[in-house]
């Protein structure tokens, strides 16, 4: 070692520790998306405790997964396929509706988990910091994996009716991400509305009821007028179940424009929604 | 790197507005409260600070590197204020602070512990949320479980492990965690006596060895007094004392606000009493004789009772007795000298007398003591159900013991014979 990098050596300096500066808050906060990726093994284990947890001490277990969009599929057809003859866009009714309650059930399950999910584990917001946003995004993200079994349940499904798949269904992740962003988008702004006003609780089953009506799950979109389609597709579940259905059936209506607005209607609200809930969790530890 | 602050903080303050503070709202609530809020402008000019008080103000100290610093206060002073101030766990009204390192914060046992999930699931669940890393946690893990002492119980759930080893297990994490700044609160308050020593232990070690920063609140005075070089003595809020630990020890015993002080003479001729008269009980005094608990009562310990009984005429007082009530109502102790088979005889005049209870078998809280005083036939002559308060104090034990607050009003040894 030369003399020059000795006295270098000498003069190098600690690594800069990492500053914790707390002042009072002051208006909108900028997101700190940095300290967020740096907390991605204790979301990892956020989501792994969401999944061990969400089974737990039931009969059936995982196999919840795959019965709940099932079920409704046999009630949905025979309500709406049998009794109400409702348009299916040539596919059997059963994988019709298939394809919009696999993303459904998950939807409804995250925006509900997600929602609830600060209030839920509101022992750990008066106990110990970490990005708060880590818990809703766990919930959703843990319905993920019961999404990616329910999707096998509709390629079985298609199977068991004869329909070839075609390249679309490479695009399932796609839309997979679509469900998530929509679930999550709602799902931040009422997590963090829940910790101040508890009627948040009340408001979400309600909320995924009408939620349900608006989007094309019984029916088809098709039964919408086209000049409405765009503003139909305000409803990002809209744009999430034409897409399944797009996936899988040939004669689907395209998805082109009003996919977009609720690609671009999900990305307002979220972004939106995590500013907001970056404002309110400062007083999370006060109000719940 | 000595004389450098790690943690500084600049007249920190925090306030909550009562009844905002407690308990969530409901939307009915605010809406009402928007409508009103025009009126109740009008009608409360002028009232400032309406329904807001400071839990924390002024609040401004430095902790040097490798420095153990002990928070020390009544309840309700603002330590729990401050340690969650601290930790970001809440924001401050005003003032500012820095910390430089990695933040670790302890405020309970067993953060992010789920009942449903096993030991093993959630030594990584709770090392997780406490800050550690991943690989931390491997690298740790057989130490973790060796010192929870938990065996064969690391694949169980958690809920079916007894209180102990689920204290043991929550413990034996936190106290692997090893960032550059801990902030720990009252942890050292549950889990046997043996194991607070094992913590202990381990956080002088730490706090030692690697030039750690500890922030560390407690009630437990020999724990700080062993584990703090520095202390701060927070009073409603505020910071009334910094400087060496025995100094502000010494200044928070002798402010600590006693419902009735050991030593003194407490007067007992305007209590509420029933009997004859003829033999009442008009000043009591009491102490322990412990000089580390201020001569306060501590569990286990000796209460010596000394009492001034007027007596109108001469009679036999074959039964004096002690009583001790909690301040729900119920009779915990009557010790009674009509045991002892031993009577007194008063002539008219005052008389003083002295008991003593060897061993008070009570955990530390508020007690009633009252007394009763009966003749050779039972009359009772006097009848004090509540004659002052008496207080419990935990005791500065050798072995760090203090019984968690609801741990039952009464001690009670225990032994284990056989472990078959």
Redesign the interface.
Known sequence: MTPAADYFRGMSRPVA?????????KGWAPLDLRELAGAH??L???VL?NL??RY??TALGAAWALLQPLLTMAVFTVVFGRLARLDSEGLPYPVFALAALVPWTYFATALAQAGNSLVDQQ????????PRLLLPLAAAIAGLVDLAIAFTLLLLALAWYGIAPSARLLAAPAFGLLAAASALAPGVWLAALN?????VRHVIPFLVQIWLFVTPVAYSSGIVPERWRPLYGLNPMAGVVDGFRWMIAPSAPAVGPSLAVSVAAVAILLTAGLYFFRRME??F???? | MSGHAVIRIEHLGKQYQIGHARGPRTLREDLVDLARAPLRRRNERGATDDGRFWALRDVSLEVQRGEVMGIIGGNGAGKSTLLKILSRIVAPTEGWATIEGRVGSLLEAGTGFHSELTGRENVYMSGAILGMRKAEIERKFDEIVAFADIGPFLDTPVKRYSSGMQVRLAFAVAAHLEPEVLIVDEVLAVGDAEFQRKCLGRMQDVSRGDGRTVLFVSHNMDAVQRLCARAVLLEHGRPIATGATTGVVAQYLARAEAPSSPGAWIDLSGVERTGTGLARVVRARYGSGLDAAAGQAYPDGPLTIGLTIEAATSCTIASLAVTLYDLQGTKLVNADTIASGRTLRLEPGEHQITLRIPELHLNPGVYLMGFWLAGRLAEVHDFIPAGFELEVVSRRAPGLGRAPADDGLVTCRLELLDAG
């Open positions: 520790a990492p500053v914790v500066r707390i002042r009072p808050p093994e204790l990892y284990f956020l405790r061990k947890l737990k001490q022992q750990l917001l008066t106990k110990v910091y970490f910790v101040r006003y508890r009627d400062r007083s530890a006060d109000v719940v």
